[in-house]
T-cell receptor
Framework: KAGVTQTPRYLIKTRGQQVTLSCSPISGHRSVSWYQQTPGQGLQFLFEYFSETQRNKGNFPGRFSGRQFSNSRSEMNVSTLELGDSALYLC???????????????FGQGTRLTVV | GQQVMQIPQYQHVQEGEDFTTYCNSS?????IQWYKQRPGGHPVFLIQLVKSGEVKKQKRLTFQFGEAKKNSSLHITATQTTDVGTYFCAGHKGGSEKLVFGKGTKLTVNP
């Protein structure tokens, strides 16, 4: 069974630009969550999608957005990039059946975004 | 901000010594999960605890979930160099599907 796939693995962007990151979850997983990881802040929750609907959202500005497609693949977009957006962006998928919380998260390798 | 506190942030031990990391939440957790992230890698699920007072073991690793379901610990006996990495706790709060992570404890082991 293929794992969670994130593309691209590395990205360098200039301040003010926008970026789109992609995540393909494990087959059969309907929940996809996004996290920002930085050395000082650990894993910060961005948002979670389930069946194309955003179920939960973290405390990030509106420049951070996402969506999920009918095949459960997800994308996140960051507009008007700032230097502080440089981080490892991790996507995680889980079975997360409705009303059932106790499922593990499977992480992708992440996309390393550098804003210069 | 971070809603699950994890301490210590860093821990350096000699190979063979024990190691413990602690996780605390101000509110009751539905469950607690533990992940390990090797240097340059991504978090990998280790275990999940659901019941109050639950204790689970995986070889040299012992996981505990507090009676009040607000705290948890991971204890490694006789650390090895392969234990190097950052250990994260994570939990669901109040039935939310949002999985909240602690900031992690970075473990280094001196051979």
């Amino acid at each position: 069974k293929a794992g969670v796939t994130q593309t691209p693995r590395y990205l360098i962007k200039t301040r003010g630009q926008q970026v789109t990151l992609s995540c393909s979850p494990i087959s059969g997983h309907r929940s996809v969550s996004w996290y920002q990881q930085t050395p000082g802040q650990g894993l910060q929750f961005l948002f979670e999608y389930f069946s194309e609907t955003q179920r939960n959202k973290g405390n990030f500005p509106g420049r951070f957005s996402g969506r999920q497609f009918s095949n459960s693949r997800s994308e996140m977009n960051v507009s008007t990039l700032e230097l502080g957006d440089s981080a490892l962006y991790l996507c995680a998928s889980s079975l997360a059946k409705a009303g059932y919380l106790n499922t593990e998260a499977f992480f992708g390798q992440g996309t390393r975004l550098t804003v210069v | 901000g971070q809603q699950v506190m994890q301490i210590p942030q860093y821990q350096h031990v000699q190979e063979g010594e024990d190691f413990t990391t602690y996780c605390n939440s101000s509110t009751t957790l539905s469950n607690i999960q533990w992940y390990k992230q090797r240097p340059g890698g991504h978090p990998v699920f280790l275990i999940q605890l659901v019941k109050s007072g639950e204790v689970k073991k995986q070889k040299r690793l012992t996981f505990q979930f507090g009676e009040a379901k607000k705290n948890s610990s991971l204890h490694i006996t006789a650390t090895q160099t392969t234990d190097v990495g950052t250990y994260f706790c994570a939990g669901h709060k109040g039935g939310s599907e949002k999985l909240v992570f602690g900031k992690g404890t970075k473990l280094t082991v001196n051979p």
